[in-house]
C-alpha cells in the first residue's frame, strides 16, 4: 500500500513559539493532503484540505491564521502552529489521496504529538 | 448536520471469540463508509471498505455489514486476537472526499 511519512513523530514546545510537521506521501503524488487533530480518547477532526499548488480550506472553527497550511509539491505538505499555547497539545495527523490510488481512497501518516509547555 | 457515531465507546472479549462493532450514520446520501484500526499513538489503518451499493464485503478475518434502511454499519472481526486490541473508527467519505469519523470503539481482547 502508499506510505505517508510525518515529521517530526513529536515535539515539545514553549508556549509562543511556532512548530512545523511535514507530512510527506512516499511512493505517490498526492493530490489533497488533509490534516486532522485529534484530542485524548477522542475522534480525529478535520481541520483543513490542501490542494497542491493552492490555498487550503479549512473547517468551520480552525483559525487559518494560527493553523498554516503549505502544499508546495505533490508529495509534501507542511502545517504550521503559529504562537502555540497548551491548548493547541493535540495528536497532529494527515492523510493523503491521488495519483495511482483510487480516488477517494486516504492513506494516513503515523501522527505527531505536539505538547506545548 | 451529518454525522457518524457508534453505539458502544468499550468492548471487550476474549481471545479467539467473534467481535462486533457497530456504527451509525446519519447521511442517507452516503455512499462509501471505511473503517480504520488506530493503536495508541498511531496514525489510522485501513482495515475494510463499503460501498453503498454493497450490503456486505469480507476481508481477511474481518467483515463489514451496510444497512442502509436503518443507516447502520458493523465491523465482525473473527476469532478475535490480542493484537486486535486498538481503537476502531467508522468513517464516512462525504463530498471533496473529506471523512467524517465516529467517535471510536475501544476494543480490548484478553488473553
Known amino acids: 500500500g502508499a506510505v505517508v511519512s510525518q515529521h517530526p513523530s513529536w515535539v515539545i514546545c514553549k508556549s509562543g513559539t511556532s512548530v512545523k510537521i511535514e507530512c510527506r506521501s512516499l511512493d505517490f503524488q498526492a493530490t489533497t493532503m488533509f490534516w486532522y487533530r485529534q484530542f485524548p480518547k477522542q475522534s480525529l477532526m478535520l481541520m483543513a484540505t490542501?490542494?497542491?499548488?493552492?490555498?487550503?480550506?479549512?473547517e468551520q472553527g480552525v483559525e487559518k491564521d494560527k493553523f498554516l497550511i503549505n502544499h508546495a509539491s505533490l508529495t509534501l505538505s507542511t502545517l504550521t502552529v503559529t504562537s502555540a499555547h497548551p491548548e493547541d497539545s493535540s495528536f497532529y495527523i494527515c492523510?493523503?489521496?491521488?495519483?495511482?490510488?483510487?480516488?477517494?481512497?486516504?492513506?494516513f501518516g503515523p501522527g505527531t504529538r505536539l505538547t506545548v509547555l | 448536520g451529518e454525522s457518524v457515531g457508534l453505539h458502544l465507546p468499550t468492548l471487550s472479549v476474549q481471545e479467539g471469540d467473534n467481535s462486533i462493532i457497530n456504527c451509525a450514520y446519519s447521511n442517507s446520501a452516503s455512499d462509501y463508509f471505511i473503517w480504520y484500526k488506530q493503536e495508541s499513538g498511531k496514525g489510522p489503518q485501513f482495515i475494510i471498505d463499503?460501498?453503498?451499493?454493497?450490503d456486505k464485503r469480507q476481508g481477511q478475518r474481518v467483515t463489514v455489514l451496510l444497512n442502509k434502511t436503518v443507516k447502520h454499519l458493523s465491523l465482525q472481526i473473527a476469532a478475535t486476537q490480542p493484537g486486535d486490541s486498538a481503537v476502531y473508527f467508522c468513517?464516512?467519505?462525504?463530498?471533496?472526499?473529506?471523512?467524517?469519523f465516529g467517535k471510536g470503539t475501544l476494543l480490548t481482547v484478553n488473553p
Open positions: 463499503i460501498r453503498s451499493n454493497m
Open positions: 492523510s493523503a489521496r491521488g495519483g495511482w490510488l483510487p480516488a477517494d481512497t486516504q492513506y
Open positions: 468513517a464516512e467519505n462525504g463530498s471533496n472526499y473529506k471523512l467524517t
Open positions: 490542501s490542494n497542491e499548488g493552492s490555498k487550503a480550506t479549512y
